[in-house]
């Protein structure tokens, strides 16, 4: 039986840390952010973490 393909797009939507922590990117930065505040601006470019159950699946389908 061959090996299982890593899902490469996946690859390249998130970053996984040395404790198996799964980051991705937050949403809504594209446009309409000259309305906001500083904070909600500088929390927009901080990554932030997976759910648990979803880092799960995220981390069987990286084998």
């Known amino acids: 039986m061959p090996k299982m393909k ?3 797009a996946l690859v ?3 970053k996984v840390t ?3 922590k799964v ?9 309409y952010n000259s309305k ?3 904070k909600v601006g500088r929390d927009k470019k ?4 997976l ?4 880092e799960k699946n995220v981390l069987k389908a990286l084998h």
């Open 6 to 8: 890593t899902k490469k």
């Open 12 to 14: 390249k939507k998130i």
């Open 18 to 20: 040395k404790g198996k």
């Open 23 to 31: 980051l991705r990117r937050s949403t809504g930065q594209n446009h």
């Open 36 to 38: 906001e505040n500083g």
């Open 46 to 49: 901080s990554d932030q973490r």
């Open 51 to 54: 759910f648990r159950t979803d």
